[in-house]
């Protein structure tokens, strides 16, 4: 158990829809980074909030957005899906944004783009 | 720009046997290096991390891990697999000054009785 919860565990989604993505981040943690993995494939960065605000993103389209809130959870949203979106979507937590901090992942949420 | 190339995208050993799994990095300096675990319908576990110093690196559930700098290499090993070992392994590599992390592709391990 990391602390870390994601939520939901799997869901289908009809492309073109919107789909919003939720984790609490482990107690005392401020930073959370979002990751896409395929199937298949290893996780690869989306971007990451520290503090309520973006710090860092990956190539990924704008259709990929986020948010952090006051108590640091977090949300990812993603417009107009594409079947290409189906993966897991892990969250991971840490107690600042440096790469030299331990993050933690959450067991990921599942979407299926049909 | 750093990546990760791990050329093992399976392995199966007996259980008891030795394990070693590779994995080499693109980075212009030195990187902080990671192997993280994952079973079936889990979330990532780190088992070790390496920064500087001393170049053989020991993480939890008995496994181990050398930097080889002249190598571009991370491979991580263990003496005796367990039954319990079987998942997919992810070596990553991250900037000392960034705050991102760069996966490759996984070895999935599987352990034969």
């Known amino acids: 158990e990391t602390g870390v919860t994601q939520s939901p565990t799997h869901l289908i989604k009809t492309r073109g829809q919107q789909v919003t993505l939720r984790c609490s981040s482990q107690?005392?943690?401020?930073?959370v980074s979002w990751y896409q993995q395929a199937l298949g494939q290893g996780p690869q960065f989306i971007f990451q909030?520290?503090?309520?605000?973006?710090?860092g993103r990956g190539n990924f389209p704008p259709r990929f957005s986020g948010l952090q809130f006051p108590n640091y959870s977090s949300e990812l949203n993603v417009n107009a899906l594409e079947l290409d979106d189906s993966a897991l979507y892990l969250c991971?937590?840490?107690?600042?944004?440096?790469?030299?901090?331990?993050?933690?992942f959450g067991e990921g949420s599942w979407l299926t783009v049909v | 720009a750093q990546s990760v190339t791990q050329p093992d995208i399976h392995i199966t050993v007996s259980e008891g046997a030795s394990l070693e799994l590779r994995c080499n990095y693109s980075?212009?300096?030195?990187?902080?290096l990671f192997w993280y675990v994952q079973s079936p319908g889990q979330g990532l576990q780190l088992l070790l991390k390496?920064?500087?110093?001393?170049?053989l690196v020991q993480g939890i559930k008995g496994f181990e891990a050398e930097f080889k700098r002249s190598q571009s290499s991370f491979n991580l090993r263990k003496p005796s697999v367990h039954w319990s070992d079987a998942a997919e392994y992810f070596c990553?590599?991250?900037?000392?000054?960034?705050?991102?992390?760069?996966f490759g592709t996984g070895t999935s391990l599987t352990v034969i009785p």
């Open positions: 107690s005392g943690h401020n930073t």
């Open positions: 390496y920064f500087s110093g001393d170049t």
């Open positions: 990553a590599v991250a900037a000392n000054t960034g705050n991102q992390f760069y």
């Open positions: 909030y520290y503090r309520e605000e973006e710090n």
């Open positions: 991971a937590s840490s107690q600042g944004a440096y790469s030299g901090n331990t993050i933690y």
């Open positions: 980075y212009g300096a030195t990187p902080y």
